[in-house]
């Protein structure tokens, strides 16, 4: 699978924005999902995740109540709806797709995704 990240952009604290994850090659509902997030001289972070029948998501504690992720099996879409942003939010956001990562309960790993998107990169000024 193939993996499209867009929608990233300068925003303003307290603002909003809707990142897409667009799939090629194979269906998202394959795989379970996940949009990681990555600052300038940091590590790589979990940011949400989405098991492949949609059924359970989970979040990581610094966006929990203000991040979203969601899908569009037809668009074969995945999103990250991001409200409350705050400069601390600031990063390259990638999506990322992987098997059984729920059932083995590492879906914060990035280690286990197999496929990556390109990074979109989101600015939150203060």
């Known amino acids: 699978v193939q993996l499209q990240a867009s929608g990233g952009g300068l925003v303003q604290a307290g603002g909003s924005l809707r990142l897409s994850c667009v799939a090629s090659?194979?269906?998202?509902?394959?795989?379970?999902m996940g949009w990681f997030r990555q600052a300038p001289g940091k590590e790589r972070e979990f940011a949400a995740a989405?098991?492949?029948?949609?059924?359970?998501?989970n979040y990581a504690d610094s966006v929990k109540g203000r991040f979203t992720i969601s899908r569009d099996i037809n668009k074969n879409t995945v999103y990250l709806q991001m409200s409350g942003l705050e400069p601390e939010d600031t990063a390259n956001y990638y999506c990322?797709?992987?098997?059984?990562?729920?059932?083995?309960?590492?879906?914060?790993?990035?280690?286990?995704?197999?496929?990556w998107g390109q990074g979109t990169l989101v600015t939150v000024s203060s």
């Open positions: 090659g194979r269906a998202i509902s394959d795989y379970d």
């Open positions: 989405m098991t492949r029948r949609g059924g359970r998501t």
């Open positions: 990322a797709a992987g098997i059984e990562i729920y059932s083995r309960g590492v879906w914060s790993l990035p280690g286990t995704y197999a496929y």
